[in-house]
Structures are given as structure tokens and as C-alpha cells.
């Protein structure tokens, strides 16, 4: 295996470690796409799902979300991640959509926890104005998680960023001498890859 394919596959092995380990540098990305007005925007996320194979990145959202509607008209979104530890920035250019519905969608709401469950029951749209400070949660739930039973309601609000990678830039900061690298997928080739000046 050549050093551009064994980085590549850290790259993906890091990611898919990042979705499980909440403290890892990955856990935590920016997404960034282009508003509807086409203006760039930025927003951290957690990183749910990484799929190699499928060169798969996902995070999930409240349908809502004025992020969801703007995936709409500019799919391709950038995912930027450091891990502080490992010295090491990723910046990754793919196409994305919104799923609101299908098994992925079942499966990663089965899976998820009443806490995570609880940002849904949000009355109101994420970025609505409010006449005073507010968590946007019911009353009922300011203080404490629902009951499974009662985050079933934010089923309705739950969707998933589901994207795929189509460019990995790879920057990996060294005393020694720092690496740089560029992946880049066709659907006829596959990934290339290459080193580039850091
Ligand atoms: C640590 C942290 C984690 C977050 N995770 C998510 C997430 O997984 N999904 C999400 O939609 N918003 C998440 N947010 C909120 C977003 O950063 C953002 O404020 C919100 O999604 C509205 O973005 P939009 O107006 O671009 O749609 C998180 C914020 C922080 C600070």
C-alpha cells in the first residue's frame, strides 16, 4: 500500500472514530454551505455517521432549519475538522441532501438517545425570532429529558445531512516538516490522490 493510500485510510478509520468518541478532535465539525442568498455559513455539528465505502458523512438537524432549506438550492456543503491530538486538519468537499424519512432515517432515530431526542421537541423553528431569551423547548422539558414515549414527537422535526465526500484536503502539522495531501474522487476512477505543498 502506497503512504497516500495508508493516509487515506486513517483519514477514514480517525472519522469513523470521531462519530464514537465524543472527545475525539473529529467529534465535533463545522458545515459549512452556501445560504440561500448565496452567502457562505458556517455551523459546528456533531458527526453521526462516517461510511467509508460509501465515502459517507451525516449529521443530524431539525428539518426546520434553515441550513435544510438552503441544502436544497446549494447541496455541495465543506466539512472542516482538527483534532487537536493528532495535529491533523481535514477539509472536505461533498454533495449533500436531506433525509426525512426511510431507513436510515428509522435507524438513526431508534439509535439516538432522549437527550439528543429532546432538541426536537422545539416548538418553535431553530433561528426564529423570539420577543425574549428562550431555549426553545416546552416548558415541560426545560429541566429534564423526555420519557422515550414523549420524544417520539420529535420523530416529525428529525432529519439527517447525509453527504458524500468528493475531495479530502489533508493537512497533518509535523516539527519535522509538515504533509499535505489532496484526494480527490471520480465515480469512473475512483480516488486519486497526491502530495501538495503545506
Ligand atoms: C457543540 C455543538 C454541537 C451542535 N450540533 C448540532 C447538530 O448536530 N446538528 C445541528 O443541526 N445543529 C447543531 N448545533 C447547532 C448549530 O451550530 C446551529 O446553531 C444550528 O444548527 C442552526 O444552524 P442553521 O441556522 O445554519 O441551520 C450544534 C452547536 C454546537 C455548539
Redesign the pocket.
Known sequence: MSELDQVLQTIWAELCNGVRDRRHGFH?PVLSNCSRDGVP?S????L?RVDAEQRAIH????RR????ASLEVHPTVHWLFYDFERRTQLRIRAHAEVLTDGPLVEEAWLGSSVDSRRCYLAPSA??AESAEPSANLPASHLTRNPSPEESEAGRAQFAIVRSWATRIDWLHLASGGHRRARFTFEESAGWSAGWIEP
Not at 43 to 46: A, D, E, L, P, T
Open positions: 465535533l455559513d455551523r459546528v455539528v456533531v453521526r449529521c443530524h438537524t431539525d432549519a434553515p441550513k435544510v431553530p433561528g
